[in-house]
């Protein structure tokens, strides 16, 4: 099966710009998340999606990050206006069902490395 | 609260055994997992292990669960150059959280010829 695709895989912005990260999960996962990881931590869930709703985004900077997800299959991940600490990879997941266990584990795909200078 | 705590870095000669171990707080983590993540890629899952067992064994990989030390370790039998990569414990918190997966800071396995 083709896995989660994420563009683009660079991204070099000025802060107070804007950005957009796309993602593709696995045909038929209903379930998709966007994590950021700074380096040298792990991944930090921003938001997750069951189909086209909002399970999670407790974690999200709603000020300046917004995500969505309109037909439940590709989802968009913005930030506007960047700040320097938005410096990250952003990864995108997906799973089949809501529940992440054995038989549902969570799909990453390579992410987007986003600099703010 | 909700915290992963891994060592960050792993020096191991080839062929040998490397062990990275993890510690967690949450007591109502229902798996454990360990996620492999490779320069430039995203995380993909090792191996996990579920809470109410204490061992678990696939190929080169064996999982150790002490879950009253919340205390989880992977141990990889010879270690080849291939396995350099970041390695990333990491929780789920139940049903009861919405399965939210908690991830450690990774640690960083390099291999010495």
């Known amino acids: 099966e083709a896995g989660v695709a994420q563009s683009p895989r660079y991204k070099i912005i000025e802060k107070r710009q804007s950005v957009a990260f796309w993602c593709n999960p696995i045909s038929g996962h209903a379930t998709l998340y966007w994590y950021q990881q700074i380096l040298g931590q792990g991944p930090k869930l921003l938001i997750q999606f069951q189909n086209n709703g909002v399970v999670d985004d407790s974690q999200l900077p709603k000020d300046r990050f917004s995500a969505e997800r309109l037909k439940g299959v590709d989802s968009t991940l913005k930030i506007q206006p960047a700040k320097l600490e938005d410096s990250a990879v952003y990864l995108c997941a997906s799973s089949p069902e809501r529940r992440t266990n054995y038989n549902s584990p969570l799909h990453f795909g390579n992410g987007t490395r986003l600099t703010v200078t | 609260g909700e915290d992963v705590e891994q060592s960050l870095f792993l020096s191991v000669r080839e062929g040998d055994s490397s062990v990275i171990n993890c510690t967690y707080t949450?007591?109502?983590?229902?798996?454990l997992y360990w996620y492999k993540q490779e320069p430039g890629a995203g995380l993909q899952l090792l191996t996990y292990?579920?809470?109410?067992?204490d061992m678990k064994q696939d190929q080169r990989l064996t999982v150790l669960l002490n879950k009253k030390d919340k205390h989880l370790s992977l141990r990889i039998a010879d270690t080849q150059t291939g396995d350099s990569a970041i390695y990333f414990c990491?929780?789920?918190?139940?049903?009861?959280?919405?399965?939210?997966?908690?991830f450690g800071k990774g640690t960083r396995l390099h291999i010495l010829p």
């Open positions: 292990i579920f809470s109410n067992m």
């Open positions: 990491a929780e789920n918190l139940g049903v009861n959280r919405d399965d939210k997966i908690i």
């Open positions: 949450d007591s109502s983590s229902t798996y």
